[in-house]
């Protein structure tokens, strides 16, 4: 019988780890998967499953660092194995899941205190086999897409402007980083972002110009944000931190935003529009939902503290 050994990823088998990442990882979550320019290090540790004939069947990656490592929580890009002839539920694949969690786990120790993931609420066998290792569920989540059908511009509510914010302008920066980490602690599973961590959206190769925004009141006071960017897919923009303070609410300007933001798609010649929405968080489903949105998929959020999972082995 073959047995298999999560093994770290170096320069020798990293070749190997992305091709793996490139044929399995969309199966599962492909947000943050590892691409051609990936290299591990302490904040992004790799494994690869090899079995003794150095078939690869399966592959862990973690990102330990940004807002993950300020919140405790890292957060896997990549959890995936084939074992046992690809069944998720059995006897072997839970072995070789928990070879790769047994490896993650202490790669993190020290560095956070849990590790997330999100996976299809389809993947029923894989789901079992993680939940019997020690995960639960947190949340679901629906990414939900519209078509881009028009750019007619939005009506702002009287007094209320939306206002894109430069990486050179400090002030407006940390502004967004206030008003964005205030409404999103009523998001569970949330973290605070940084100025760093906006910076970075803004200088990342997806980035858009004019796709980070602040809305303001007539006396220039910041109340919501929205974050624009160019989605994975072809033609697809990404619709992100759609937020209004809770004191504003109830004046229409979550649909201004979220028309604002198709508007800016259409100008710009996407034609469709991504995003995502806990499951239970009613209102901003019915506000997306009558603005052309529907439910893609549905992502389940499993966690498990770090120390329960090095207790594995």
């Known amino acids: 019988m073959k047995t298999s050994e999560a093994i770290p990823v170096g320069p020798g088998n990293l070749s190997s780890f992305l091709d793996y990442c490139a044929t399995h990882g969309k199966a599962h979550d492909e947000s943050f998967l590892p691409g051609p320019d990936f290299r591990p290090g302490p904040e992004t540790p790799a494994f690869i499953l090899a079995r003794d004939d150095g078939k690869v069947e399966g592959a862990a990656s973690l990102l330990l660092g940004g807002s993950w490592g300020r919140a405790g929580r890292g957060r896997f890009a990549i959890l995936h194995t084939e074992g046992a002839g690809g069944s998720g539920g059995s006897g072997g694949a839970r072995d070789a899941y928990r070879n790769l969690l047994l490896a993650s786990a202490r790669a993190a120790e020290g560095r956070v205190r849990e590790l997330y993931l999100f996976l299809p609420e389809t993947a029923a066998g894989t789901l079992a086999a993680l939940e019997a ?87 220039g006071t910041a109340h919501g944000t929205l974050f624009l960017d160019r989605d994975d897919d072809e033609g697809v923009l990404f619709v992100g931190a759609v937020t209004v303070d809770r004191e504003v609410r109830g004046q229409g300007l979550g649909r201004f935003l979220v028309r604002s933001a198709l508007t800016f798609g259409a100008e710009r010649g996407f034609t469709k529009a991504f995003l995502s929405v806990n499951a239970l968080n009613r209102s901003a489903l019915s506000l997306y939902e009558g603005e052309g949105f529907v439910q893609e998929r549905a992502m389940v959020c499993l966690a498990a503290s770090v120390d329960a999972l090095a207790s594995l082995g």
């Not at 569920?137 to 914010?165: F, K």
């Not at 973290?191 to 803004?202: G, I, K, P, Y």
């Open 133 to 219: 290792l020690g995960f639960s569920r947190e949340r679901v989540v629906y990414g939900m897409e519209a078509p881009i059908l028009s750019d007619m511009p939005p009506v702002a509510p009287a007094g209320w402007t939306l206002e894109a914010v430069k990486a050179e302008d400090e002030r407006a920066v940390m502004e967004f980083v206030e008003v964005r980490n205030r409404n999103f602690k009523e998001v569970l599973g949330a973290h605070d972002a940084s100025t760093e961590d906006v910076l970075e959206m803004l200088r990342s190769d997806t980035a858009l110009p004019g796709g980070l925004l602040l809305l303001r009141d007539r006396n």
